[in-house]
Protein backbone atom coordinates (compact mmCIF):
# COMPACT_ATOMS: atom_id res chain seq x y z
CA UNK A 1 0.00 0.00 0.00
CA UNK A 2 1.24 3.16 -0.66
CA UNK A 3 1.79 5.55 2.53
CA UNK A 4 2.75 9.60 2.47
CA UNK A 5 5.23 10.62 5.45
CA UNK A 6 5.32 14.17 6.54
CA UNK A 7 7.32 14.20 9.61
CA UNK A 8 7.48 17.88 10.61
CA UNK A 9 4.00 18.27 12.26
CA UNK A 10 4.62 22.15 12.45
CA UNK A 11 7.17 24.60 10.89
CA UNK A 12 8.24 28.45 11.29
CA UNK A 13 9.77 30.73 9.20
CA UNK A 14 10.20 34.69 9.26
CA UNK A 15 8.72 36.68 6.37
CA UNK A 16 10.95 36.97 2.98
CA UNK A 17 13.27 34.07 4.36
CA UNK A 18 12.91 30.69 2.76
CA UNK A 19 11.34 27.17 4.40
CA UNK A 20 11.51 23.88 3.33
CA UNK A 21 8.43 21.24 4.00
CA UNK A 22 9.79 17.71 3.73
CA UNK A 23 7.67 14.78 2.65
CA UNK A 24 8.40 11.01 1.88
CA UNK A 25 6.26 8.46 0.04
CA UNK A 26 6.34 4.73 -0.26
CA UNK A 27 5.34 3.38 -3.33
CA UNK A 28 6.02 0.33 -5.40
CA UNK A 29 4.52 1.87 -8.35
CA UNK A 30 6.91 3.42 -10.80
CA UNK A 31 4.70 6.27 -12.64
CA UNK A 32 2.53 8.41 -9.94
CA UNK A 33 1.63 12.11 -9.33
CA UNK A 34 2.83 13.76 -6.14
CA UNK A 35 1.26 17.27 -4.97
CA UNK A 36 1.75 19.69 -2.41
CA UNK A 37 -1.53 21.12 -0.99
CA UNK A 38 -2.33 24.64 0.73
CA UNK A 39 -5.16 24.62 3.53
CA UNK A 40 -5.34 27.87 4.69
CA UNK A 41 -8.16 28.96 7.85
CA UNK A 42 -10.64 28.93 5.25
CA UNK A 43 -10.08 24.97 5.08
CA UNK A 44 -10.23 25.52 1.20
CA UNK A 45 -7.97 22.88 -0.60
CA UNK A 46 -5.51 24.81 -2.64
CA UNK A 47 -2.95 23.00 -5.06
CA UNK A 48 0.29 24.55 -5.09
CA UNK A 49 2.91 22.43 -7.21
CA UNK A 50 2.56 19.06 -8.49
CA UNK A 51 5.06 16.46 -10.39
CA UNK A 52 4.81 13.53 -12.18
CA UNK A 53 7.47 10.66 -11.29
CA UNK A 54 8.92 9.99 -14.80
CA UNK A 55 10.30 13.77 -15.31
CA UNK A 56 13.25 14.71 -14.02
CA UNK A 57 12.89 18.46 -14.16
CA UNK A 58 12.01 19.43 -10.76
CA UNK A 59 8.83 21.56 -11.13
CA UNK A 60 8.52 25.27 -9.98
CA UNK A 61 5.98 27.69 -9.44
CA UNK A 62 6.57 30.92 -9.01
CA UNK A 63 8.48 30.95 -5.41
CA UNK A 64 7.36 27.42 -4.71
CA UNK A 65 9.48 24.79 -6.11
CA UNK A 66 9.92 21.22 -5.14
CA UNK A 67 13.30 18.43 -4.77
CA UNK A 68 12.08 15.22 -6.19
CA UNK A 69 14.08 12.39 -5.55
CA UNK A 70 12.66 9.81 -6.88
CA UNK A 71 15.14 6.60 -5.40
CA UNK A 72 15.14 8.26 -1.84
CA UNK A 73 11.05 8.96 -2.47
CA UNK A 74 11.46 12.07 -0.91
CA UNK A 75 9.56 15.41 -2.19
CA UNK A 76 10.18 18.40 -0.13
CA UNK A 77 8.54 21.79 -0.86
CA UNK A 78 10.75 24.74 -0.75
CA UNK A 79 8.73 28.33 -0.06
CA UNK A 80 11.33 30.61 -1.01
CA UNK A 81 10.82 34.65 0.12
CA UNK A 82 7.94 33.63 2.40
CA UNK A 83 4.89 35.59 2.98
CA UNK A 84 2.53 36.12 5.38
CA UNK A 85 -0.54 34.76 3.23
CA UNK A 86 2.09 31.55 2.96
CA UNK A 87 0.89 30.40 6.57
CA UNK A 88 -1.09 27.61 6.00
CA UNK A 89 -1.20 23.75 6.62
CA UNK A 90 0.52 21.73 3.67
CA UNK A 91 -0.22 18.83 2.86
CA UNK A 92 1.78 16.37 0.52
CA UNK A 93 -0.23 14.35 -1.48
CA UNK A 94 0.44 10.80 -4.00
CA UNK A 95 -1.65 10.00 -6.77
CA UNK A 96 -0.95 6.69 -9.02
CA UNK A 97 -0.12 7.19 -12.63
CA UNK A 98 -2.28 5.29 -15.29
CA UNK A 99 -5.51 6.06 -13.22
CA UNK A 100 -7.02 8.70 -15.21
CA UNK A 101 -8.27 11.18 -13.84
CA UNK A 102 -9.99 9.18 -11.06
CA UNK A 103 -7.19 7.97 -8.77
CA UNK A 104 -7.64 8.66 -5.38
CA UNK A 105 -4.90 10.96 -3.49
CA UNK A 106 -3.46 10.04 -0.32
CA UNK A 107 -2.54 12.62 1.77
CA UNK A 108 0.41 12.71 4.57
CA UNK A 109 0.11 14.22 8.22
CA UNK A 110 0.36 18.27 7.53
CA UNK A 111 2.60 20.47 8.05
CA UNK A 112 1.30 23.59 9.96
CA UNK A 113 3.33 26.99 8.53
CA UNK A 114 3.23 29.68 10.32
CA UNK A 115 5.37 33.04 9.07
CA UNK A 116 6.38 35.66 11.50
CA UNK A 117 6.61 38.92 10.31
CA UNK B 1 -12.12 27.51 -13.91
CA UNK B 2 -14.07 24.31 -12.70
CA UNK B 3 -16.03 24.55 -9.45
CA UNK B 4 -17.09 22.41 -7.10
CA UNK B 5 -19.94 23.60 -4.61
CA UNK B 6 -20.32 22.22 -1.41
CA UNK B 7 -23.63 22.83 0.77
CA UNK B 8 -24.13 23.01 3.50
CA UNK B 9 -20.84 24.97 5.23
CA UNK B 10 -21.71 24.60 8.46
CA UNK B 11 -24.48 22.07 9.97
CA UNK B 12 -25.12 21.52 13.48
CA UNK B 13 -27.90 18.52 14.25
CA UNK B 14 -28.86 16.56 17.38
CA UNK B 15 -28.13 13.08 18.05
CA UNK B 16 -29.99 10.66 15.78
CA UNK B 17 -30.80 12.78 13.02
CA UNK B 18 -29.50 12.21 9.75
CA UNK B 19 -27.70 15.16 7.57
CA UNK B 20 -27.23 15.01 4.07
CA UNK B 21 -23.84 17.00 2.22
CA UNK B 22 -23.80 18.05 -1.09
CA UNK B 23 -21.51 18.45 -3.53
CA UNK B 24 -21.80 19.71 -7.34
CA UNK B 25 -19.75 20.28 -10.24
CA UNK B 26 -20.92 23.37 -11.47
CA UNK B 27 -19.13 23.69 -14.53
CA UNK B 28 -18.21 19.93 -15.99
CA UNK B 29 -19.24 16.49 -15.38
CA UNK B 30 -17.64 14.89 -12.82
CA UNK B 31 -18.38 10.86 -13.13
CA UNK B 32 -16.59 10.27 -10.38
CA UNK B 33 -16.27 12.07 -7.00
CA UNK B 34 -13.98 11.78 -3.55
CA UNK B 35 -15.91 11.85 -0.14
CA UNK B 36 -13.26 12.90 2.52
CA UNK B 37 -13.18 13.33 6.65
CA UNK B 38 -10.75 15.67 8.20
CA UNK B 39 -10.30 16.20 12.40
CA UNK B 40 -9.14 19.33 13.79
CA UNK B 41 -5.37 19.64 12.44
CA UNK B 42 -5.22 16.26 10.99
CA UNK B 43 -4.86 15.33 7.58
CA UNK B 44 -7.99 13.87 4.84
CA UNK B 45 -8.63 10.28 5.25
CA UNK B 46 -10.55 8.99 2.20
CA UNK B 47 -13.84 7.66 3.03
CA UNK B 48 -14.86 6.92 -0.40
CA UNK B 49 -15.70 7.16 -4.18
CA UNK B 50 -19.03 7.83 -5.46
CA UNK B 51 -19.51 6.48 -9.23
CA UNK B 52 -22.11 8.18 -11.31
CA UNK B 53 -25.10 5.31 -11.93
CA UNK B 54 -22.71 2.75 -9.38
CA UNK B 55 -22.45 1.88 -5.84
CA UNK B 56 -19.93 3.77 -3.80
CA UNK B 57 -16.86 2.32 -3.02
CA UNK B 58 -15.97 2.55 0.41
CA UNK B 59 -12.34 2.39 2.31
CA UNK B 60 -11.93 0.02 4.55
CA UNK B 61 -13.51 0.51 8.19
CA UNK B 62 -15.81 3.13 6.91
CA UNK B 63 -19.36 2.07 7.84
CA UNK B 64 -21.17 1.94 4.87
CA UNK B 65 -25.05 2.20 6.55
CA UNK B 66 -23.61 5.25 8.25
CA UNK B 67 -22.43 7.35 5.59
CA UNK B 68 -24.31 7.06 2.77
CA UNK B 69 -23.32 8.16 -0.40
CA UNK B 70 -25.39 8.70 -3.92
CA UNK B 71 -24.02 9.68 -7.17
CA UNK B 72 -27.50 10.25 -9.09
CA UNK B 73 -25.91 12.59 -11.42
CA UNK B 74 -23.31 13.76 -13.78
CA UNK B 75 -22.93 16.73 -11.43
CA UNK B 76 -24.46 15.95 -7.90
CA UNK B 77 -22.94 13.54 -5.52
CA UNK B 78 -24.23 13.19 -1.56
CA UNK B 79 -23.41 11.95 1.37
CA UNK B 80 -25.62 11.26 4.13
CA UNK B 81 -24.18 11.00 7.36
CA UNK B 82 -27.44 8.77 9.31
CA UNK B 83 -28.15 8.81 12.56
CA UNK B 84 -25.79 11.35 13.58
CA UNK B 85 -23.62 11.02 16.71
CA UNK B 86 -21.19 13.36 18.33
CA UNK B 87 -18.21 10.89 16.87
CA UNK B 88 -19.28 11.91 13.53
CA UNK B 89 -18.78 15.40 14.15
CA UNK B 90 -15.82 16.21 11.92
CA UNK B 91 -14.70 18.18 8.76
CA UNK B 92 -16.25 16.71 5.45
CA UNK B 93 -14.61 17.51 2.22
CA UNK B 94 -15.51 16.44 -1.71
CA UNK B 95 -13.59 16.77 -4.48
CA UNK B 96 -13.84 15.73 -8.27
CA UNK B 97 -11.48 15.10 -10.70
CA UNK B 98 -11.01 17.13 -13.83
CA UNK B 99 -9.48 17.62 -16.65
CA UNK B 100 -5.77 17.32 -17.38
CA UNK B 101 -5.56 15.17 -13.83
CA UNK B 102 -6.82 18.13 -11.94
CA UNK B 103 -8.78 17.64 -8.63
CA UNK B 104 -11.50 20.59 -7.13
CA UNK B 105 -12.09 20.46 -3.64
CA UNK B 106 -15.27 21.49 -2.34
CA UNK B 107 -14.92 23.82 0.44
CA UNK B 108 -15.72 21.24 3.34
CA UNK B 109 -18.75 21.27 5.62
CA UNK B 110 -18.24 21.44 9.73
CA UNK B 111 -21.06 18.72 10.85
CA UNK B 112 -21.30 19.41 14.50
CA UNK B 113 -23.70 17.08 16.53
CA UNK B 114 -24.93 17.59 19.94
Known amino acids: AQTVTQSQPEMSVQEAETVTLSCTYD???????LFWYKQPPSRQMILVIR??????QNATENRFSVNFQKAAKSFSLKISDSQLGDAAMYFC??????????????FGQGTTLQVKP | GAVVSQHPSRVICKSGTSVKIECRSL??????MFWYRQFPKKSLMLMAT?????????EQGVEKDKFLINHASLTLSTLTVTSAHPEDSSFYIC??????????FGSGTQLSVL
Open chain 1, 93 to 106: AYRIYGSGNTGKLI
Open chain 2, 50 to 58: SNEGSKATY
Open chain 2, 27 to 32: DFQATT
Open chain 1, 51 to 56: QEAYKQ
Open chain 1, 27 to 33: TSESDYY
Open chain 2, 95 to 104: SAPGDGEKLF
